[in-house]
Each structure stands twice: as C-alpha cells, then as structure tokens.
C-alpha cells in the first residue's frame, strides 16, 4: 500500500463571499455524479447509504514491469572484469536474481524524482511504445592538472528512446542512449558515448523466468585512468559489445538463479600530441563468465543469499607490447543479505573474495575481499536517498603491475521542491589501490548538483553543475569543474 504524506495546508485569506457560495452550488451540482462514477469503477471503495466501506480488490502487480527508476544505485552481481566502462559503472543492474519482480521507486509512487522521467505518453508502433528523449545544453568545463590549465565552452546533445512491449505475456524492451559533444570555444578532449541495450523476459511458468539480452557501449577513455595514455591529445575510444542470457525460479522458500555473460573489448588507436597514433590492440579480449546464486526466504523482509563465479578473459595478443600474457581466470564468491522493510527502506549488503589468475608467471594474483551494498530509502515523500558501496578489480597496462582494487562510495539524493522542479544532490568517493606498491595510489572525489524543471509534460529546463578531484600518492592533482544549461524535449 501506498504511504501518505501530507502536504503543507496553504492558507487563503479573505476570500470573497461570492466566490465561496460558487464553490458550495458547484459540489452539490456534481458530487452526486462524481459518486455515482465511483461506483462503477474496478478497484474503488463502494460506499453504501448506511456508511460502510468494501474494499474491491485490485489486480496484483505484473511480475517483470520495468524498473521506474533505471538509474537508481544499485548492487551488482560479481563483477569478473571491474574497471571497464559499462561493467564498472555502479548503475547497471546486474542481479538477475529480482529481474522478474515489480519493481516501483522507493517510496512506491510514481516515478516524479527520475531525472530522467518521461511523462510523455510516448508514440505507440503496434503493440510497442517508443518514448524518445533530445536534449541539447549548452557547458563550460574548466580542467587544471598542476600549473597546466584549459578551459572549452562546447554543446552537447543527447538522444535517448525506450521501446517496450506491450503484450500480456513475455516483454521486450530496447534502450538507446548517446551524447555528441562539439567544441564551441577553447581547447579540450570531446567525450562522445553511445549505449543500446535489448533485453528479453520470458515469462516460462508463473515459477520461471529467462532472460537475454544483448547490447553496445562506447566511451572515450578518460583521461585521468592509470591506463590513459599520457601524452595523448585524444584517448583510445572503447568499444564494448555483450551478450547475456539467464534464468531464475522461485522454489518457495528458495530462490536460485544463475546466468552466462559474455563481452568483447576492442580499443582504438589513441591520438598523440606530436601527431602521431598509437595502436592499443593488445588490449582487445573476450571476457566470459557464469555466475549462479542462491537465496532463502527467512520473511518476505529478509533474504540471506549465497553467490559464486568463474569466468576467463583471453586477449587477442598472447603478449601485449611489453610482452607480457595478460589473460586471466577470475573466480569470486560472495554472502549477504537482502532486506525490504517497506516501500519506504530496503536494500542489500554482501561480502566476498575475488580474484585473478594471470597465465604469466611474472604478474602476481589479483585478490581481495569485497564489500558491496545500497540502501534505498524515502523519509518523505518528494524525497529519495540513496547510499552504495562498491568493490572491483582493475587490471592494468603497466609492466609488471598486475592490477588495482577498487572502493566506491556514492550518494545520491532527489528532491521534489514543487511538483515541476525537482533537485539533485550526488557524490562519490573512489579508491585504487594498487598492492603491489609498483604504481600510484589514486583517490577520486566527485559532486554534482542539479535542477530540472518541468515546463509542461513535453519540455523540460535543466541545470547542472559537477566538480571532480583526482588526486595521486606524488604528482600533481586534476581538478574538472563544469557548468551547463539546456533543454530537454520529450515526446
């Protein structure tokens, strides 16, 4: 059931006799109709003469419906190749343990704190329903490494769809996102990313589910990685192609899942500041893994579960340029629990090992234990919070250094100021550390705030502005602050 939040009464001051008599003739003209409407609706509360109240049922929510918030922070599953763009990225949803579960905003309401919600109806093709979204802002970036400064004002524009099915059973969705950037003035590094992503759910028996899915990812290489190449004027574009498939039954008391996932890697020559490119094919591999996991229903509130994967990346070169093997097996395990105490909090925390077998024997394993969890929780309504942690593997391109272990903390807060302006806090706190002692500890500190205001159902006024810290054990510190307005047209 749906909590209610009072809102603030608002106070009207001499009001106009006239204006109060109108209001009266007005409900005793309609409110016998609007009753009488009532009645005949599915799901209302019949209210008979004497005063008493039945309760007409309503349908149980349909099992696999499309999260309303895609961009909550949520608890990945084991993570066999940390570090890369769309596997390390703490908004992907991996646990395919909860793919076929309804799954609504924390506070159970609709989806109003989504920066990115789209209240257009959409455009109907058939029995599908696209939603487009296009966005232009206009930005300026300020990136200080050092002594080192450079400034760009650049334009931005973003697409973005979602095309989901509407049948009564099974479902099929496709998301697509992607930003252009172009210099308007200054110097500075584009950053242009595309994602699409298609997933299917088949819904087996009221038990079972399966799911495939298949998708596309491109980011530039950031600058500030410890794999960047340092006097580049333009990093190395990442390609990234997955495929998925999976299964999940519920057995009562026990939940048990278990999925194949597969991913290639292909990087592009990286641009160098006298001219010149440089090839970083031997970083291209295939990365596979299976994953299984296992939970049991103590409450409808608590589910302690168990998980474990073993998957193997293979590198297209046997050495890369510095001659070593770079392949891998990695295996992890983890336990938690997964906690729903109301529409109003819920969340999971587990903990785990993991590790990296390298095929050379001159790169050590990367190993260690493993923390990761989110909290989702809504104190009022109009207000969604939520906290996460995160731990990965990172394998790096330095000789002889094998890799990083990677924390992230993060938050993320949304407020509803009225019902067309909604505000964003977020934040973010990352460590690599590297155990060998080999390469440079690295910290990276990142905030952001932002405003969207709804000026109907179709436009939107955005604001944004974010700041970003990376800091090293010596060396200079890179700081990046940007600022940006725009629109957003949906449809």
Wanted: hydrophobic share 35%.
């Amino acid at each position: 059931m749906t909590p209610f939040y009072p809102r603030t009464k608002r106070t009207t001051l001499a009001r106009p006799a006239a204006t109060a008599a109108w209001l009266m003739a007005s409900c005793a003209l309609f409110l016998p109709n609007a009753v009488s409407a009532q009645a005949l609706l599915p799901g209302a509360n019949a209210t008979a003469a004497t005063g008493t109240t039945t309760q007409i049922p309503t349908a149980a929510a349909s099992p696999g419906v499309e999260p309303a918030d895609t961009d909550a922070i949520t608890t990945n599953s084991i993570n066999t190749d940390a570090g890369e763009p769309l596997l390390n990225d703490p908004t992907v949803d991996e646990d395919m343990a909860r793919t076929n579960l309804r799954e609504n905003t924390v506070d159970g309401l609709r989806a109003q704190l989504d920066i990115d919600r789209n209240d257009a109806q959409g455009i109907r093709f058939g029995s599908f329903v696209l939603k487009p979204t296009l966005g232009q802002t206009y930005n300026f970036e300020s990136n200080k490494t050092g002594s080192s400064k450079e400034n760009r004002s650049y334009l931005e524009t973003g697409l973005k769809g979602t095309l989901t099915s509407d049948w009564s059973r099974h479902q099929l969705t496709v998301t697509g996102e992607g930003t252009w950037q172009r210099n308007v003035s200054g110097t500075g590094e584009t950053e242009p990313t595309a994602d699409i992503e298609a997933a299917l759910r088949l819904d087996l028996s009221e038990q079972t589910t399966a799911t495939l899915k298949a998708g596309y990812h491109f980011e530039r290489e950031d600058s500030t990685d410890p794999n960047a190449i340092t006097n580049a004027s333009v990093q190395s574009g990442i390609d990234q192609y997955t495929l998925g498939a999976g299964i999940e039954r519920d057995f009562g008391i026990l939940r048990g899942s278990a999925k194949i996932d597969f991913d290639r890697y292909v990087y592009g020559d990286a641009e160098l500041n006298n001219g010149g490119s440089l090839s970083l094919k031997d970083r291209n591999r295939n990365a596979g893994a299976v994953t299984v996991r296992v939970g049991y229903e103590l409450s409808p509130a608590l589910i302690p579960f168990i998980e474990a994967s073993a998957g193997k990346s293979i590198y297209d070169l046997r050495r890369d340029t510095l001659g070593f093997e770079r392949s891998y097996n990695s295996y992890g395990a983890r336990a938690g629990v997964e906690a729903d105490l109301g529409e109003k909090l819920n969340g999971e925390i587990a903990l785990g090992y993991q590790t990296y077998r390298f095929d050379d024997n001159r790169l050590d394993d990367l190993r260690g234990f493993t923390v990761d969890g989110t909290i989702n929780w809504s104190p009022q309504r109009g207000t969604d919070v939520a906290y996460g942690i995160s731990t990965g593997l990172e394998p790096s391109t330095t000789a002889g250094e094998s890799g990083a272990m990677v924390y992230t903390l993060s938050s993320r807060v949304t407020h509803e100021l009225r019902s067309a302006l909604v505000a964003r806090l977020s934040n973010s706190l990352t460590l690599r550390n590297f155990p060998s002692g080999s390469s440079q500890d690295e910290k990276v500190w990142a905030a952001g705030a932002g405003l969207t205001w709804d000026l109907n159902r179709y436009l939107a006024l955005t604001g944004d502005v974010s700041y970003e810290r990376t800091t090293r054990e010596t060396g200079p510190s890179t700081n990046v602050a940007r600022v940006g307005v725009g629109l957003t047209l949906r449809r």
